[in-house]
């Protein structure tokens, strides 16, 4: 090792010992930096590993959560379709033990989670298989269903027409000034057009057999229909037939409202039309919130 004691012997060697502690001095001073930058930029990458690792957590938590809520949805209309009391009470009770279960789960790892129905919304499936679009007493105008806001599905399957002389078939939200679809056969080929709030189009199918409107694809016989868009409209509204014996078909839907008082028993059912669920994800480097709906199909109306 390098001898560092003064040598009375000559000022170069003086300079020369300077030279040396200067040297060791900034090799300290190197090193001592490397040993600063390497533990921030470890510290920095554990850090981001940290909130990576935790920010996954959440997204697949969400994930669970948003799957357990749509079996939950589905399984109460396998079991209770038709009460909206039981519905509720079912779905309530999945979220609340899949709650508790995931709660106790990750408190283990030291995360805060809560998972809470917030709120459902009432729906009806009416469904009429009776191959006519009047009401069963036989009223040709009347109101299928009242306060629609949104609906999942809407669909017309037209199957023929007695008489080529007869007044079209329509379908009318709220009155003839703001929206309504009308059918009509001339003997050969039936003709399908919208009035929304005056402005009249047709859709471009030609057709001369059985064919399906569907509201909630904007479609007629399988082609799109772009003046078909009912689900543009804002609701609520209520949704009318009119003239409902000049054809003959079937006709189904599942709205975010009620049946009309012509519309029977066996014609309707009691459904949830949608779930919001609220969740919450809580660690030491993540807050998560997050609501998840569940509505298949939903068309906004």
Same mark, same amino acid.
């Given at each position: 090792?390098?001898?560092?004691? /003064?040598?009375?012997?000559?000022?170069?060697?003086?300079?020369?010992?300077?030279?040396?502690?200067?040297?060791?001095?900034?090799?300290?001073? *190197?090193?001592?930096?490397?040993?600063?930058?390497?533990? &921030?930029?470890?510290?920095?990458?554990?850090?981001?590993?940290? !909130?990576?690792?935790?920010?996954?957590?959440?997204?697949?938590? $969400?994930?669970?959560?948003?799957?357990?809520?749509? !079996?939950?949805?589905?399984?109460? $209309?396998?079991?209770?379709?038709?009460? $909206?009391?039981?519905?509720?009470?079912?779905?309530?009770?999945?979220?609340?033990?899949?709650?508790?279960?995931?709660?106790?789960?990750?408190?283990?790892? &030291?995360?805060?989670?809560?998972?809470?129905?917030?709120?459902?919304? /009432?729906?009806?499936?009416?469904?009429?298989?009776?191959?006519?679009?009047?009401?069963?007493?036989? %009223?040709?105008?009347?109101?299928?269903?009242?306060?629609?806001?949104? *609906? $999942?599905? *809407?669909?017309?399957?037209?199957?023929?027409?007695?008489?080529?002389?007869?007044?079209?078939?329509?379908?009318?939200?709220?009155?003839?000034?703001?929206?309504?679809?009308?059918?009509?056969?001339?003997?050969?080929?039936?003709?399908?057009?919208?009035?929304?709030?005056?402005?009249?189009?047709?859709?471009?199918?030609?057709?001369?057999?059985?064919?399906?409107?569907?509201?909630?694809?904007? %479609?007629?016989?399988?082609?799109?229909?772009?003046?078909? @868009?009912?689900?543009? !409209?804002?609701? /609520?509204?209520?949704?009318?037939?009119?003239?409902?014996?000049?054809?003959?078909?079937? *006709?189904?839907?599942?709205?975010?409202?009620?049946?009309?008082?012509?519309?029977?028993?066996?014609?309707?059912?009691?459904?949830?039309?949608?779930?919001?669920? @609220?969740?919450?994800?809580?660690?030491?480097?993540?807050?998560?919130?997050? %609501?998840?709906?569940?509505? /298949?199909?939903?068309?906004?109306?």
């Amino acid at each position: 090792m390098a001898d560092l004691r /003064p040598d009375i012997g000559g000022a170069d060697i003086d300079r020369g010992q300077i030279i040396l502690v200067g040297a060791f001095a900034l090799a300290v001073v *190197f090193v001592a930096l490397a040993l600063v930058m390497n533990a &921030a930029i470890y510290t920095e990458n554990l850090a981001t590993r940290s !909130e990576s690792a935790e920010t996954s957590n959440a997204h697949a938590f $969400h994930r669970a959560t948003e799957t357990t809520a749509t !079996e939950s949805f589905r399984y109460a $209309h396998d079991v209770h379709s038709g009460d $909206h009391d039981a519905l509720n009470q079912s779905v309530e009770d999945a979220i609340e033990a899949y709650h508790n279960a995931t709660r106790r789960q990750q408190a283990a790892h &030291a995360q805060l989670t809560n998972v809470s129905v917030a709120s459902t919304s /009432p729906g009806v499936n009416i469904t009429n298989t009776d191959d006519t679009f009047d009401a069963d007493d036989g %009223t040709d105008d009347w109101e299928v269903a009242s306060g629609v806001r949104q *609906f $999942h599905t *809407f669909r017309l399957d037209i199957e023929g027409w007695p008489d080529s002389d007869s007044e079209e078939l329509r379908v009318v939200a709220d009155d003839t000034e703001t929206w309504y679809m009308n059918v009509s056969f001339d003997g050969s080929e039936y003709t399908v057009g919208v009035n929304d709030s005056g402005t009249y189009s047709t859709c471009d199918s030609s057709i001369a057999a059985d064919f399906t409107v569907d509201f909630a694809a904007g %479609t007629v016989d399988g082609d799109d229909c772009a003046s078909l @868009d009912l689900a543009s !409209e804002s609701g /609520p509204y209520d949704l009318r037939f009119e003239n409902g014996s000049v054809a003959n078909g079937d *006709f189904t839907m599942l709205v975010n409202g009620t049946a009309g008082s012509r519309v029977t028993d066996d014609q309707q059912t009691q459904v949830l039309y949608s779930m919001d669920v @609220d969740l919450i994800y809580w660690s030491s480097d993540v807050r998560y919130r997050s %609501t998840i709906r569940v509505g /298949p199909g939903e068309i906004d109306g």
